[in-house]
């Protein structure tokens, strides 16, 4: 076959075939023609949603959702699960600042459905009884040329939909395909227009960017994470994403660390990171250039930047779980940097940061190599490493939950209420920076004697 589909898939079509044939279209054609591997299958057909549901009821698949609106259903049997759309065009509203159609119309016209979808290549169509690709848009020449062109004129795909130009960017650097310069040209023109895209959606599609050279790497021209963000600042759409990124470009840093300037440093810390930790590398040091013209120093940039994350995270309807990690570890990623605070201090952090402590470790080696990688020293990040595993194994206290002494010890010793954990955190503090475990009685005797 030329795109392999489950099974089930063709069992579907053949229930489909007395009425329609139905197609896999999308991404499964395009990453079939490419050498991808396949996540999900979107199919379709000229059935009304209705029709499709109504041809289903007997049989093993179940319907799990149903929008008629635009001609949506939610098919699963099994562990798999597909999402089926009728031929439709979509109409947008002109000049209204809205980015998602407020009106669809069901076709039977193949070519209709072909031109609502962004990029030639993402509007290809796989006849599954047939085994055979169906063109109607020049899909199949632009992936031969690895050319990233709209279905449409780019200024009907790009003004109609403003949150297509980050999927440009984000295919881009996903397929290692050019950008045709006309296109490229119209998405510059029209980034001023994701200023009106909500932002669950920018997040959404900056979040794929990241995770678009991590997953597709082996395939692409050698992109990086960060080519995606220099392309939305050259483009123009940074300023309506994190436009506090557009103030790190060109400013300076202190010529006896670093080799980079802010900007350039950020971006090469990000590339040094996996998707879930990119934004941590791309913001880490976002306050530097707030600090620098307030100050005239970039002192303590850690305490403005974790406000500064938070308030970007926030703005972009990122998780609350997601921006208290995010912003921690902007906060903390300085500390230690010069590997000479002592070591009660040193276990005291881990302990403190002990959920943070791993992704502390990748921020800071990422840090480090943006800094000057040919003079990148990993020995202060491995002793921090050294010191957390001779804690575990000592049984040093992460959580009062881990000291030899309970709340109920210090109740017959008299303390009572919030006293009780007060004194339980004095205690954890205390063995931390002595770093030896005492026995429960040594504990108790020595509380004695304080008494």
């Not at 076959?1 to 489950?6: D, Q, T, W």
């Not at 597909?82 to 159609?101: A, I, K, M, N, W």
């Not at 295919?171 to 023109?189: M, S, V």
């Not at 972009?316 to 002592?342: A, C, P, W, Y």
Request: proline share 3%.
């Amino acid at each position: 076959m030329k795109v392999k589909v489950p099974d089930c898939l063709v069992q579907l079509a053949q229930i489909f075939a007395p009425s329609a044939t139905l197609y896999v279209v999308g991404g499964a054609v395009r990453n079939s023609l490419i050498g991808y591997e396949i996540n999900d299958y979107d199919i379709t057909s000229k059935l009304l949603a209705e029709d499709a549901q109504r041809l289903l009821a007997e049989s093993e698949f179940e319907v799990v959702a149903c929008y008629k609106r635009t001609g949506t259903l939610v098919i699963k049997k099994g562990n798999f699960k597909f999402e089926y759309t009728t031929f439709r065009q979509d109409s947008y509203p002109l000049s209204s600042g809205v980015h998602t159609p407020n009106q669809c119309t069901f076709t039977d016209n193949m070519l209709l459905d072909a031109k609502r979808r962004d990029f030639t290549c993402n509007a290809l169509y796989y006849d599954i009884l047939k085994d055979e690709i169906v063109d109607v848009v020049g899909g199949v020449k632009d992936i031969e040329n690895k050319l990233l062109k709209t279905v449409r004129e780019p200024f009907q795909t790009l003004s109609e939909d403003a949150l297509r130009i980050m999927r440009l960017v984000r295919f881009h650097l996903q397929l290692g395909f050019e950008i045709e310069k006309n296109t490229l040209d119209l998405a510059k023109k029209y980034a001023y227009q994701l200023k009106d895209i909500s932002k669950e959606r920018i997040k959404e599609e900056l979040v794929a960017i990241f995770e678009a050279v991590y997953k597709y790497d082996s395939k692409s021209k050698g992109f990086k994470a960060s080519d995606g963000i220099r392309l939305l600042v050259d483009i123009g759409a940074m300023e309506h994403i994190i436009p506090e990124v557009l103030d790190m470009i060109d400013m300076p840093q202190n010529p006896k660390y670093h080799i980079y300037d802010v900007y350039n440093h950020s971006l090469r810390a990000m590339d040094n990171l996996p998707p879930a930790l990119m934004m941590a590398g791309l913001l880490h040091d976002i306050a530097k250039p707030v600090m620098q013209k307030q100050f005239g120093n970039m002192y303590m940039h850690e305490l403005k930047g974790e406000k500064m994350t938070k308030d970007i995270l926030t703005r972009l309807k990122f998780s609350n779980v997601e921006i208290d990690r995010i912003s921690k570890l902007v906060l903390i990623h300085m500390f230690n940097v010069q590997g000479n605070t002592k070591k009660s201090k040193c276990r005291v952090f881990i302990a403190d940061n002990f959920d943070y402590f791993d992704d502390f470790v990748r921020l800071r080696r990422a840090d480090g190599l943006a800094t000057n990688p040919e003079n990148y020293d990993d020995t202060k990040v491995q002793a921090m490493i050294e010191l957390k595993n001779q804690m575990l194994s000592s049984g040093m206290p992460i959580t009062i939950k881990d000291l030899p002494i309970s709340g109920n010890d210090l109740l017959k010793l008299g303390y009572q209420g919030k006293e009780i954990g007060e004194m339980l955190c004095k205690i954890r503090l205390w063995i931390l920076q002595n770093g030896k475990l005492p026995t429960k009685e040594e504990i108790l005797l020595k509380l004695r004697r304080n008494d």
